[in-house]
């Protein structure tokens, strides 16, 4: 059980390096581009299925709430926690458009749609990012080795391994690097 341990912990430290190494520039000018948006007003709208759910989620309260500074709150949403809206619009269009319809509905020019999928090819994930990019959003994919949300995003931050818990653990703390990059950028003072 200790290699065991062992292992998933090394395999882990390594995908997070691999991971960062191919991504440390896009990361950069994501969280260029986010702190922007938020700067003129804008929002951050962040999507995804199941433990993407989870972590839209989890990046959406750390703009909102704080990262690591005490600092004024941050427009962040998560598309993934109204149940009546995500099951009235799966009842009556299709699961597919569970998140398209809140960008379309929410979303504004120059805004920033983060769509996460660990295969890169949730279809509704994919779709969202199609009705941003229709909105005038900037767009960021959070994904695996690539696929369709990586493809059309602006900005495509991929985990270059097959693994669903690597690519995740990766997500999270991408997604931690660019709330602190973002506080960094907009209250240099705090740091």
């Given at each position: 059980?200790i290699d065991?341990?062992?292992?998933t912990?090394q395999a882990?430290?390594?995908t997070?390096?691999?991971?960062?190494?191919?991504?440390?520039?896009?990361?950069?000018k994501?969280a260029?581009?986010?702190?922007?948006?938020?700067?003129?007003?804008?929002?951050i709208?962040?999507?995804?299925?199941?433990?993407s759910a989870?972590?839209?989620?989890?990046?959406?309260?750390?703009f909102?709430?704080?990262?690591?500074?005490?600092?004024?709150?941050?427009?962040?949403?998560?598309?993934t926690?109204?149940?009546?809206?995500?099951t009235?619009?799966g009842?009556?269009?299709?699961f597919e458009?569970?998140?398209?319809?809140?960008?379309t509905?929410?979303?504004r020019?120059?805004?920033?749609?983060?769509?996460?999928?660990?295969?890169?090819n949730?279809?509704?994930?994919?779709k969202?990012?199609?009705?941003?990019?229709k909105?005038?959003?900037?767009?960021?994919?959070?994904?695996?080795?690539g696929?369709q949300?990586a493809?059309?995003a602006?900005?495509a931050?991929?985990?270059?391994v097959g693994?669903?818990a690597?690519i995740?653990e990766?997500?999270i703390l991408m997604?931690?690097?660019?709330?602190?990059?973002?506080?960094?950028?907009?209250?240099?003072?705090n740091?």
């Open positions: 059980m065991i341990i062992n292992d912990l882990s430290i390594d997070k390096k691999s991971a960062i190494a191919e991504n440390d520039q896009r990361l950069v994501a260029r581009l986010m702190a922007e948006s938020l700067t003129a007003g804008g929002k709208l962040l999507f995804g299925n199941g433990g989870a972590d839209a989620q989890h990046i959406a309260a750390e909102v709430n704080r990262f690591q500074t005490e600092r004024v709150p941050l427009a962040s949403i998560a598309l926690t109204d149940s009546s809206i995500i009235s619009i009842n009556d269009y299709s458009e569970i998140f398209s319809k809140q960008v509905a929410l979303g020019k120059n805004d920033v749609a983060v769509g996460i999928s660990t295969s890169g949730s279809p509704n994930v994919v969202a990012l199609k009705a941003a990019e909105v005038g959003m900037h767009t960021v994919a959070f994904t695996g080795k696929g949300a493809d059309m602006e900005i931050l991929t985990v270059p693994v669903t690597r995740q990766s997500h997604g931690h690097i660019l709330c602190d990059l973002v506080d960094r950028i907009l209250f240099p003072e740091f």
